[in-house]
């Protein structure tokens, strides 16, 4: 067990699934004490049992009462917040004229105010630990951050959001020993991917999804997982602000 987490505590949104269970198992292999926060209470229950990381916490990311409480909850448990990763996460698969009020709310709700209410929280908590204020925060941005993709009009907006949203907190925690940073994933393995599709999910179109990417194929979630887990850690301490693509060189074109 690598150990450049004994003693962190570490915060996981949508660690229930995806990238985020891969996160939260990550972190806790390195001796992280974890704490996952999803609103899907089965998934986030069995993993974090697997993990032996102690109770999910159970909510909608979208309230910022539930984020300020989740932070809180951290802190009674383990005494302070070192990490905090907002992998939590919604798509909608519409071009923008057919994309519904209610679609596009809930989009920005989650994506949008649930990363920015979780680190307004967080960086309260790191802030006031003990020893001075510390920690690092790695948002989850997208490939469809930056760029532009069709059928997908309120995702991309929101993770345009989330990018700008983490360089501007970078640079109001510079001074504070808080780094944000956020991890922009391309094609990857996660139920996601598979959602909201208009044809079935067969091999065929994951082979033809994997075609997109320039190395050919997807990614496994712990793929993204390891990159996240070097942000939050000590081996990046010179970075902040910076949005980290791990997507295969599909932005590289
Ligand atoms: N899969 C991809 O190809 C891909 C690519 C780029 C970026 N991303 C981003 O990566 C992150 C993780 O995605 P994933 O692919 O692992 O997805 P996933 O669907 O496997 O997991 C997302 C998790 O977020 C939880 N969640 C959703 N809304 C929530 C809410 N309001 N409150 C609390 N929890 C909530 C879900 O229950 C789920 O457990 C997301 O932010 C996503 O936008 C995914």
Request: one cysteine or more; glycine letters at 12%; hydrophobic letters at 50%.
């Amino acid at each position: 067990m690598q150990t450049d987490f004994a003693g962190r505590v570490a915060v996981v949104t949508g660690g229930a699934s995806g990238m985020g269970a891969a996160t939260a198992g990550e972190l806790a292999a390195r001796g992280a004490q974890v704490v996952i926060v999803d609103r899907n209470a089965g998934l986030a229950a069995a993993i974090a049992t697997s993990l032996g990381q102690g109770e999910a916490l159970i909510g909608d990311v979208g309230d910022s009462a539930f984020c300020d409480a989740v932070v809180a909850e951290a802190v009674r448990r383990h005494g302070r917040l070192d990490v905090m990763v907002n992998a939590a996460g919604v798509i909608v698969r519409a071009r923008g004229e057919h994309t519904t009020d209610a679609q596009w709310a809930s989009v920005m709700a989650v994506n949008v105010s649930g990363t920015f209410f979780m680190c307004r929280a967080a960086i309260a908590a790191m802030k006031a630990n003990q020893g001075g204020s510390s920690g690092a925060i790695v948002n989850f941005g997208s490939i469809w951050g930056d760029l532009g993709s069709a059928g997908v009009a309120a995702y991309c907006a929101s993770k345009g959001a989330v990018h700008n949203l983490t360089r501007a907190l970078a640079l109001d925690h510079a001074t504070d020993g808080i780094r944000v940073n956020a991890v922009c994933p391309g094609e990857v393995r996660t139920p996601m991917l598979q959602s909201q599709r208009s044809e079935p999910v067969t091999q065929q179109l994951l082979e033809r999804i994997a075609a997109t990417v320039p190395m050919g194929r997807l990614a496994e979630p712990i793929e993204i997982a390891r990159v996240v887990a070097f942000l939050a850690s000590d081996a990046a301490s010179y970075m902040t602000g910076a949005l980290v693509s791990v997507d295969a060189g599909y932005g590289a074109r």
